[in-house]
């Protein structure tokens, strides 16, 4: 009986806490926003492209988007790395073309909506590491978007954290 008790309260603990395995994997939101970076170190000097892909897991066309991205607080308490977004791109079934915008106020605009159901558009921005940045630090964004379907419905989501990209020195 005694040995029963500790379980029981061990297992309430992992609970509480978030601590315990979940009994099932989730289904996919109607919209999904993942990233990936090409490269997970660079030096001063360096690119990276940071690719952004927006899901439509829905019966019904994305008509809008808008997101933000921002640097998570570790970058911004790194004032020594130093980087600017160079470049922009949208994928698509004919080859890449430029973005309207590389600002976060203005990124949902580069999807090309609308976003058919079962498709993914996919955004790479490119990021210039300083030639003078400072190293052994980590870059790393989060983002949250909106988007809007042709039903009339509409999702936010995130934060969405990219993989972080260690600048290492030379």
Do not use: K, W
């Given at each position: 009986?005694?040995?029963?008790?500790l379980t029981?309260?061990l297992a309430?603990?992992?609970a509480?806490f978030?601590l315990?395995?979940?009994a099932s994997a989730?289904?996919?939101?109607?919209?999904e926003?993942t990233?990936?970076?090409d490269?997970?170190?660079?030096?001063?000097g360096?690119?990276?492209?940071l690719?952004m892909?927006?899901t439509?897991?829905k019966?019904y066309?994305?008509w809008?988007v808008?997101?933000?991205?921002d640097?998570t607080w570790?970058?911004?308490?790194?004032?020594?790395?130093k980087?600017?977004?160079?470049?922009c791109?949208?994928?698509?079934a004919?080859g890449?073309?430029a973005?309207s915008g590389?600002?976060p106020?203005n990124l949902g605009t580069?999807?090309?909506?609308p976003v058919?159901?079962?498709?993914?558009?996919?955004?790479?921005?490119?990021?210039?590491?300083?030639a003078?940045s400072?190293?052994?630090?980590?870059?790393?964004?989060y983002?949250y978007?909106?988007?809007?379907f042709?039903?009339?419905?509409?999702i936010?989501g995130?934060?969405?954290?990219t993989?972080?990209t260690r600048?290492?020195?030379?």
């Open positions: 009986m005694r040995r029963l008790g029981t309260v309430l603990f992992l509480v978030g315990a395995p979940s989730a289904a996919p939101g109607p919209a926003l990233f990936t970076t490269t997970a170190t660079t030096t001063p360096g690119t990276v492209n690719s892909t927006l439509n897991n019966t066309d994305i809008f808008h997101q933000t991205i640097p570790l970058t911004t308490q790194r004032p020594d790395l980087y600017s977004v160079t470049g791109s949208l994928a698509t004919t890449s073309s973005c590389t600002g106020a580069n999807y090309g909506a058919p159901p079962g498709q993914s558009r996919t955004v790479t921005l490119t990021l210039q590491i300083a003078d400072g190293c052994n630090g980590n870059i790393g964004f983002s978007f909106y988007a809007e042709s039903d009339s419905t509409n936010s995130g934060p969405v954290h993989p972080e600048i290492l020195c030379s």
